[in-house]
Nanobody, 122 residues
């Protein structure tokens, strides 16, 4: 099972990008969805996560106030709106589906998207 991530690209500092991730319906309605990122030569980090049933999303401190995660249950799609981007946000971004809220370890996720590159130029 593959999640389908899209929306990465090259943007200048202060710009915005919106990532999308589509999942099969049976996955989307049973798992919470997260976005990870992995800069070059660094570990994969959980950036944001959201539950199917609602409730407060999770954000890593470095993106609070700049990134917004949301989901459209009718479209089985999760989004990551990234505003006021910084060069340190440059990474490959992955969407993933997990069961145990909220797991910051990538090993805790059962399904992954293929990754989309986000590059923020200074």
């Amino acid at each position: 099972v593959q999640l389908q991530a899209s929306g990465g690209g090259l943007v200048q500092t202060g710009g915005s990008l919106k990532l999308s991730c589509a999942a099969p319906g049976r996955i989307f309605s049973s798992y919470y969805m997260g976005w990870f990122r992995q800069p070059p030569a660094k570990e994969r980090e959980l950036v944001a996560a959201i539950r199917w049933s609602g409730g407060a999303p999770y954000y890593v401190d470095s993106v609070k106030g700049r990134f917004t995660i949301s989901r459209d249950n009718a479209k089985n799609t999760v989004y990551l709106q990234m505003d006021r981007l910084k060069p340190e946000d440059t990474a490959v971004y992955y969407c993933a589906a997990g069961l145990s809220w909220v797991d910051r370890d990538p090993k805790g996720y059962d399904y992954w998207g293929q990754g989309t590159q986000v590059t923020v130029s200074s």
